[in-house]
């Protein structure tokens, strides 16, 4: 699961996906990772290690991860309050757990320097690891990104980014 995650995003960063003051969204199903059905187990041991590989990419690229709880919490999103927007964001009571939030968020909770929980955040790029559905919080208009890794241990992987839309019918000119 670690050569797998690391291959993963040392791709990413070859390819310039993880960008400077930049928001990704990290959805992790840990039970998947293992080979257990989505929120049956969970995993610390798990989320601690995916956690500090992705928190070594922080500090290479200057991306700040986010990380998206399961269905219990609405699937809300635990951030560094560095990062909250109060324009955007509106922040929820709620602490993630193992069994409700998850246990990346879980673990991420416990590690970032002031965090707190948001109900919905619109972001350019996201991870997910096992099928936690991310793409409420990725921006319109959602991208695949192909890359050589299509599993985290046991979890299927998908890697998502966005573009702007395109508006103005047939008339308009676009970059």
Request: hydrophobic share 40%; charged share 25%.
């Amino acid at each position: 699961m670690k050569e797998d995650l690391q291959l993963l995003l040392n791709e990413l960063k070859a390819r310039e996906f993880f960008v400077e003051d930049e928001l990704c969204l990290i959805g992790c199903s840990t039970s998947e990772v293992i080979g257990e059905r989505i929120g049956s187990v969970g995993s610390m041991e798990v989320a601690e290690t995916i956690y500090n590989l992705l928190a070594t990419i922080e500090r290479e690229t200057g991306v700040s991860f986010v990380f998206q709880g399961c269905e219990h919490i609405n699937r809300a999103v635990t951030i560094d309050r560095s990062n909250f927007d109060p324009h955007t964001m509106e922040e929820v009571t709620v602490v993630p757990d193992v069994h409700a939030g998850g246990s990346l968020a879980t673990y991420a909770y416990s590690q970032l320097n002031d965090p707190m929980v948001v109900e919905t955040i619109s972001v350019p790029k996201g991870i997910d690891i096992g099928q936690t559905l991310i793409g409420m919080h990725i921006q319109h208009v959602a991208i695949p990104e192909r890359t050589s890794v299509k599993r985290i241990g046991e979890a299927n992987v998908t890697i998502a980014s966005s573009r702007p839309k395109k508006i103005g019918g047939e008339r308009a000119k676009y970059n």
